[in-house]
């Protein structure tokens, strides 16, 4: 019980090029590196939205906490 050996593998590929054609095997393998790349991109997107979103919260808890820091401090002036 060894699992697929080459030559196994040769004649599944054979068989699959006899039945599809390069041209369409050709076809399909650009689809799906396209779908790939695709994908890729887009999970490079969301995980810079997220950083984005990430800091403008980072930032507007920074700005609320000085404001209300300069808020007190007046009222403790007066």
Same mark, same amino acid.
């Given at each position: 019980m060894g699992g697929?050996? @080459?030559?196994?593998? *040769?004649?599944?590929l054979v068989i699959v090029v006899l039945l599809f054609g390069t041209k369409r095997l050709k076809? @399909?393998?650009?689809? *799906?590196?396209? !779908?790939? &790349?695709?994908f /890729?991109? !887009?999970v #490079?997107?969301?995980? &810079?939205? !997220?950083d984005f979103e990430q800091k403008k919260q980072v930032e507007e808890k920074t700005a609320a906490? #000085?404001?209300?820091?300069?808020?007190?401090?007046?009222?403790? /002036?007066?």
């Amino acid at each position: 019980m060894g699992g697929i050996s @080459i030559w196994q593998l *040769l004649i599944i590929l054979v068989i699959v090029v006899l039945l599809f054609g390069t041209k369409r095997l050709k076809g @399909i393998g650009t689809d *799906l590196g396209g !779908a790939i &790349k695709g994908f /890729k991109k !887009a999970v #490079t997107e969301e995980e &810079k939205d !997220a950083d984005f979103e990430q800091k403008k919260q980072v930032e507007e808890k920074t700005a609320a906490d #000085t404001v209300s820091t300069t808020s007190s401090d007046v009222k403790e /002036k007066s």
